[in-house]
C-alpha cells in the first residue's frame, strides 16, 4: 500500500524558511505528479505546486517567489522550502501525489495525501 | 486563476437525508473536476474524480454530475459518517483551485 510520510519544522519565526520533505512508500516514484498543497487553520485548501521525478516543476504564482520544490528521485523523495514566512503562511501543509490517466477522456486528480504538518509562524 | 465557487457553505441535514451540493467554475473546464471529503484534523479523500467517476473504495450513495461550469456532488442516504466538509477542485489548468468547502453537519 502506497503512503506518503512527510516530515518538517513545525514552528518557524517571522522571516525563516520553511523547510519539508515528503517519502513515498510502498508504490511507484515516476509517472506522477508529487504536490504540495496547504490549509490555513479553518480555511480552504490551496495548491502550492508541483514536481515529478524527472525535475519538471510547476508553481502557483501565487508564491513562486518564495517557494522551492525539489525531488531526489534515488530516495523517493520530494521537498518543499518557502522562504521568508510571515503569519499568514500559518497553515497545514500537505503533500499530495497527483495522478492522471484517461477514461474515454482525461483526468487528473490528488488520490493520496500525506498526513499534513501544521506550520506556526510566530515571534 | 479560475475561481471555483460551493453553494451552499453549509447545511444541516439528518441520517438518510439526500443532500446536494453544487460547484461552479468561473470558466469552462470540461470535466476535470473533483470532490474531496476532508474529516476534522484529517487529510482530504478523493471521492469522485472526472466529474462524475467514483474513486475505488468510495460508497456508491455518492454521485457527481456536471460538464463546462456547474457540477453537482449527491449524497443519495446522508450516514453518520458522511459529516465532514466536501471540496471541489479543478484540475483544468494550472493553479488548481479549490472550491470554499461546504460542511455537512447534524441538524
Known amino acids: 500500500q502506497v503512503q506518503l510520510q512527510q516530515w518538517g519544522a513545525g514552528l518557524l519565526k517571522p522571516s525563516e524558511t520553511l523547510s519539508l520533505t515528503c517519502a513515498v512508500y510502498g508504490g511507484s516514484f515516476s509517472g506522477f505528479w508529487w504536490t504540495w498543497i496547504r490549509q490555513p487553520p479553518g480555511k480552504g485548501l490551496e495548491w502550492i505546486g508541483e514536481i515529478n521525478h524527472s525535475g519538471s516543476i510547476n508553481y502557483n504564482p501565487s508564491l513562486k517567489s518564495r517557494v522551492t520544490i525539489s525531488v531526489d528521485a534515488s530516495k523517493n523523495q520530494f521537498s518543499l522550502k518557502l522562504s521568508s514566512v510571515s503569519a499568514a503562511d500559518t497553515a497545514v501543509y500537505y503533500c499530495?501525489?497527483?495522478?492522471?490517466?484517461?477514461?474515454?477522456?482525461?483526468?487528473?486528480?490528488?488520490?493520496?495525501w500525506g498526513r499534513g504538518t501544521l506550520l506556526t509562524v510566530s515571534s | 486563476d479560475i475561481q471555483m465557487t460551493q453553494s451552499p457553505s453549509s447545511l444541516s441535514a439528518s441520517v438518510g437525508d439526500r443532500v446536494s451540493i453544487t460547484c461552479r467554475a468561473s470558466?469552462?473546464?470540461?470535466?476535470?473536476l473533483n470532490w474531496y471529503q476532508q474529516k476534522p484534523g484529517k487529510a482530504p479523500d478523493l471521492l469522485i474524480y472526472a466529474a462524475s467517476s467514483l474513486q475505488s473504495g468510495v460508497p456508491s450513495r455518492f454521485t457527481g454530475s456536471g460538464s463546462g461550469t456547474d457540477f453537482s456532488l449527491t449524497i443519495s442516504s446522508l450516514q453518520p459518517e458522511d459529516f465532514a466538509t466536501y471540496y471541489c477542485q479543478q484540475s483544468s489548468s494550472t493553479p488548481y483551485t479549490f472550491g470554499q468547502g461546504t460542511k455537512v453537519d447534524m441538524k
Open positions: 470558466q469552462t473546464i470540461g470535466s476535470y
Open positions: 499530495a501525489r497527483g495522478q492522471n490517466g484517461y477514461i474515454g477522456y482525461d483526468y487528473w486528480n490528488f488520490d493520496l
